[in-house]
């Protein structure tokens, strides 16, 4: 039997609409989805803590509490950037170790710890922080295809996980273009050298994802993701439902109740409807061209937007091609945040300026001189010259260079809120300038106070055979809800889609 982590809380809306889905969307469904059998939920970590303070004004402390209540039988999960904890930089120790530890006191039992680079050092702290927190570590193996990453390489990387203590190993295939074969081989490799458990965690974009779960799943695959189908496909996950019917009666099968999914996939269709207007329809349409770029699609987005910007939309195919070729230029790092920003942007300047890194982000000087971590492969000597002539490269873990943050946090936390608590502190030292913002919004009141009231009385309400949100009016923008999108803003998007097509197949792709 294989089980199903269920991604619906988090990575689902995270790569559907932006991780907008609201706390108060949440809860409704929470009884139902702890009563489905799945071997995880996946609530927290990824954007969902910047995204809760910056654009929602929820507290995200406030939302696993809620959730962990409402769910008191499913294991509940994070995604956890290693290092760089929920955020885009490094954090020092002490702000990591007592980030894990106050998660899993709130609530979060297994932590799906990886880094961009693939680094051990920067998971090390990490999964050491999670196996005192007596939690769940699931150290992370990024997916992706380069001379530099092979079987081998994986395999090497999973005995290193295991040595840091991972409990068991996740692969993380967040380009989607991980094959049913390879996945399979991958697999099976890692139960037999390695000797854990193994999670396959893929995205839809390339329209391989349910093959390759099946695969992996009859390689024998501890567990997969799925999120339910009204937030599945495309960018996301492949859909709960598909899984679970196409391994009935198999040898795999996770024995849930198709019924009871339905059923949810019905309530998650509302909510759905609800925030549509921030679905942009490119995450949902299949792209069997990152099976060659290896583009994943926020990626895209941000190669679109940043040419939009600069009134270059028709530089796209040349972008396109520079990308694999910065890729490789800084060793072949996966494209994950933040690698994929990384070069991304790199690509986008050299092809603007005409001429290959006359202008260097800083961003790159910094990953070449090892502030990232150790990169998968050799950076070009000649690029490795020009950055390190100016400044020094660094040998050992990039977090070692960093001073304790936590107790300046919290000084700094209670001069703006003096009963600040140690999750307050945390969201503060994580993202300072965003929590003060957060603190003093205007309609903080309403959007705390009011909210967990709201959510705490709906907790027990899915007895009803008809979930309340089924017949609630759509939010107001005053009341924190999705506003829509102005009519030139769907014909731009319609517009760039037909240029991302042109341009893809101009540059071979």
């Keep these: 039997m294989v089980g199903i982590t269920e991604t619906v809380l988090r990575d689902g809306h995270q790569s559907l609409i932006a991780t907008r889905m609201r706390t108060r969307d949440m809860l409704p469904a929470a009884e139902r989805l702890d009563a489905i059998g ?38 509940l999960q994070m995604l956890l950037r290693g290092q760089n904890l929920v955020g885009y930089r490094h954090y020092p120790d002490d702000v990591v170790q007592r980030f894990v530890a106050e998660s899993a006191r709130q609530g979060i039992d297994i932590f799906r710890v990886f880094d961009a680079l693939n680094d051990p050092g920067n998971m090390s702290v990490a999964i050491a922080a999670v196996k005192k927190a007596g939690a769940r570590a699931q150290g992370t193996i990024c997916y992706t295809q380069s001379p530099v990453h092979t079987l081998a390489s994986f395999v090497a990387l999973g005995h290193r996980l295991a040595e ?14 991980l094959p049913p ?10 139960r037999t050298e390695v000797g854990l458990p193994v999670v396959v965690h893929t995205h839809s974009a390339s329209g391989m994802s349910t093959l390759t779960c099946l695969a992996v799943a009859e390689a024998g695959a501890a567990a997969v993701d799925g999120a339910l189908s009204p937030f599945a496909g495309g960018a996301s996950q492949p859909p709960t439902e598909t899984l679970v019917g196409a391994m009935r009666g198999a040898g795999t099968d996770p024995k849930l109740d198709l019924s009871a999914l339905g059923e949810l996939a019905a309530y998650f269709a509302t909510v759905m409807d609800r925030y549509r207007p921030l679905l942009n329809l490119r995450s949902l349409q299949t792209d069997p061209g990152i099976l060659t770029h290896q583009i994943p699609g926020g990626m895209l987005s941000n190669l679109l937007g940043q040419l939009t910007e600069q009134d270059a939309f028709d530089r796209l195919a040349e972008v396109l091609a520079e990308v694999p070729r910065v890729r490789a230029d800084l060793g072949y790092p996966p ?31 910094d990953y070449v001189r090892g502030l990232y971590g150790k990169p998968p492969g050799a950076i070009d000597p000649d690029l490795y010259r020009t950055v390190t002539s100016a400044a020094p490269a660094i040998t050992g873990r990039p977090a070692d260079l960093l001073g304790p943050e936590l107790a300046k946090a919290v000084a700094e936390v209670r001069l703006l809120v003096p009963a600040a608590d140690d999750a307050e502190a945390l969201s503060y030292a994580l993202f300072p300038a965003v929590y003060r913002t957060y603190r003093s919004a205007a309609d903080r009141g309403l959007t705390a106070d009011v909210l967990t009231a709201a959510a705490l009385g709906v907790i027990g309400a899915m007895r009803t055979p008809v979930p309340p949100a089924r017949t609630a009016a759509p939010s107001s923008p005053s009341a924190g809800g999705v506003s829509p999108w102005a009519h030139e803003g769907r014909a731009r998007l319609h517009a760039q889609r037909r240029w991302v097509d042109a341009a893809s197949r101009r540059a071979g792709r």
């Design 164 to 177: 840091m203590g991972a409990d068991e190993l996740c692969v993380k295939d967040m380009g989607g273009f």
């Design 181 to 190: 074969q390879e996945g399979a081989a991958l697999v099976r490799a890692l």
């Design 335 to 365: 494209l994950v945040t933040p690698t994929s920003q990384i070069v991304g942007v790199q690509a986008v300047v050299n092809v603007l300026t005409g001429e290959r890194y006359r202008q260097i982000t800083q961003e790159v000087r």
């Design 38 to 75: 799945y071997r995880s939920l996946e609530v927290w970590g990824g954007a969902t803590f910047d995204v809760c303070l910056r654009f929602l004004h929820e507290d995200p402390w406030e939302r696993l509490r809620l959730l962990k209540r409402a769910m008191p039988r499913t294991p």
